[in-house]
T-cell receptor, first 114, second 112 residues
């Protein structure tokens, strides 16, 4: 069984559209994350939730809105998509929100904005 | 703020060659250090970690030692295999909340 699963795997859309990426973890972890990986493989954290509460919100445009209906799910909604949003988005989870924690990553969603 | 610098890639080696991927960091306090690996088409997986100075993390033949005096955490493997071809990321643990700061990634290609 997949530990951290995200859908869709590929997302191709036009500029200006609104889209969502879903993430679910079946590991019983308390903490979930969204990371963005650009075309040069550089990874940067966007958000983190601990038990449905937002604990990290890096300088991300307001067009990006995470939602955590329960601690097993963290979805990412993006409004008014721009060309620069094209990237691979990774969901991850960890047992808890600590500095030594091992992160478990999903396989990524490749977003292409045309 | 925290930052991680990895050696530029891509790195191309023949099978059974020795591998070193350099990683240095800047941080306040005493962060944990990690190496993650990303195989083609997959998410990142933890390869190894070290939580304090002089700790050595090891897994699957890979090793890295937490060197506080040189602020480094270089990844090494004595004999690489084709299956080691992947992108390797050095990462720094945050002081709280599990926030990781990643290096830019190093692409490794191993030829038979």
């Amino acid at each position: 069984d997949t530990a951290v699963s995200q859908t869709p795997k590929y997302l191709v859309t036009q500029m200006g559209n609104d889209k969502s990426i879903k993430c679910e973890q079946n590991l019983g972890h308390d903490t979930m994350y969204w990371y963005k990986q650009d075309s040069k493989k550089f990874l940067k954290i966007m958000f983190s939730y601990n038990n449905k509460e937002l604990i990290i919100n890096e300088t991300v445009p307001n067009r990006f809105s995470p939602k955590s209906p329960d601690k097993a799910h963290l979805n990412l909604h993006i409004n008014s998509l721009e060309l620069g949003d094209s990237a691979v988005y990774f969901c991850a989870s960890s047992v808890q929100a600590g500095s030594n924690e091992k992160l478990f990553f999903g396989s990524g969603t490749q977003l292409s904005v045309l | 703020g925290n930052s991680v610098t990895q050696m530029e890639g891509p790195v191309t080696l023949s099978e059974e060659a020795f591998l070193t991927i350099n990683c240095t960091y800047t941080a306040t306090g005493y962060p944990s250090l990690f190496w993650y690996v990303q195989y083609p088409g997959e998410g990142l997986q933890l390869l190894l970690k070290a939580t304090k100075a002089d700790d050595k993390g090891s897994n699957k033949g890979f090793e890295a030692t937490y060197r506080k005096e040189t602020t480094s955490f270089h990844l090494e493997k004595g004999s690489v295999q084709v299956s080691d071809s992947a992108v390797y990321f050095c990462a720094l643990g945050g002081t709280s909340y599990g926030k990781l700061t990643f290096g830019q990634g190093t692409i490794l290609t191993v030829h038979p």
